[in-house]
């Protein structure tokens, strides 16, 4: 069965870093766009990154442009999202996305001093 499975999360104090990564499988992954997603408190999943099957092209939510970057090893069959001058807005559990509609358990980033 399909699986997702995210890690990396955790607490960092602002303008610190993360990577976040996510382990697939269970469906052809080097045929997928994947993407990261994430879910404040009492706000709704917004996506945060989008990549294309094979890596090539990317798109990102206008308020982590320029900070955060997605990438993909599709040799491993995983979705990365470095995180970098993180703020206490990007605190949220992070999801990722793909395979034809299919979630992670998500990781929760808390950005706090």
């Known amino acids: 069965q399909v699986q997702l499975v995210e890690s990396g999360g955790g607490l960092v104090q602002p303008g610190g870093s993360l990577r976040l990564s996510c382990a697939a499988s269970g469906f052809t992954f080097s045929t997928y766009v994947m993407s990261w997603y994430r879910q404040a408190p009492g706000k709704e999943r917004d996506v945060v990154a989008v990549i294309s099957s094979t890596g090539s092209t990317t798109n990102y939510a206008d308020a982590v442009k320029g900070r955060f970057t997605i990438s993909r090893d599709n040799t491993k069959n995983t979705v990365y999202l470095q995180m970098n001058s993180l703020q206490p807005e990007d605190t949220a559990v992070y999801f990722c996305?793909?395979?034809?509609?299919?979630w992670g358990q998500g990781t929760q980033v808390t950005v706090s001093s």
């Open positions: 996305g793909g395979g034809g509609g299919f």
